[in-house]
């Protein structure tokens, strides 16, 4: 048997319809399906009907930096939404939308020429005739429930799927949906350092990991 001596941490492709914990009363799809390492645990949320980029470690410390939101640790998702939005929505996104109350952070958000190059989901997604759809890159520094979700539908159109592609430095590269790998000790030193990058308002120059 391998041993690992010290914490691990693991960048994880999460399907669509798994849910973000390792055990579910009703025998739904888990994280227990696909990782069977033992003591890592995910460090923030990604809901059940969202796809992509989640980290898991067995590193509290970590699991901390990655979730708190004053780190400000930037986090990118993709989102395919209903009908084109137009530079007015785009600011709105950048500008925070008032979500239960509290405005969200600034964002960054821009519109994507081109479909990005996705594996199919297995559950299509809803066509309606006459809606077209678009595709959004968005940037976010917090993870309220839900946000991305609320904040498009706030502006008038809602996202229809939803895919992270990265969370701080780590991407998530060629990983296919379901797949995993282990973060090396570097970039898991990269992760602390975009964290101080972005306090200090200095931008990272290095270049991302997969």
């Known amino acids: 048997m391998t041993v690992h001596p010290g914490p691990r941490t693991l960048a994880f492709n999460k399907p669509y319809d798994v849910l973000p914990c390792f055990t579910d009363a009703e025998g739904r799809t888990s994280l227990g399906d696909y990782i069977e390492v033992p003591g890592v645990y995910a460090a923030g949320r990604l809901d059940r009907d969202s796809e992509g980029l989640l980290l898991l470690t067995s590193d509290g410390a970590l699991a901390h930096y990655i979730t708190d939101p004053q780190h ?18 785009l600011e709105q996104l950048r500008g925070g939308v008032v979500l239960s109350g509290k405005r969200t952070r600034s964002a960054q958000a821009r519109l994507l ?54 969370i701080g430095p780590i991407t998530l590269g060629d990983l296919q949906p379901g797949q995993w790998r282990e973060l090396t000790q570097a970039e898991v030193a990269q992760i602390y350092s975009d964290k101080q990058a972005v306090l200090r308002g200095v931008p990272n120059t290095a270049s991302p990991r997969r």
């Open 72 to 89: 400000h640790l930037p986090k990118v998702y993709l989102a395919q939404v209903e009908r084109t939005p137009d530079e007015s929505a």
């Open 113 to 166: 020429v081109e479909e990005p190059q996705l594996p199919e989901r297995p559950v299509p997604i809803r066509f309606r005739k006459n809606v077209p759809t678009a595709w959004l890159e968005l940037t976010l520094h917090e993870g309220m429930n839900r946000q991305v979700r609320r904040m498009t539908a706030a502006v008038g159109h809602p996202t229809l799927r939803l895919v992270r592609i990265a």
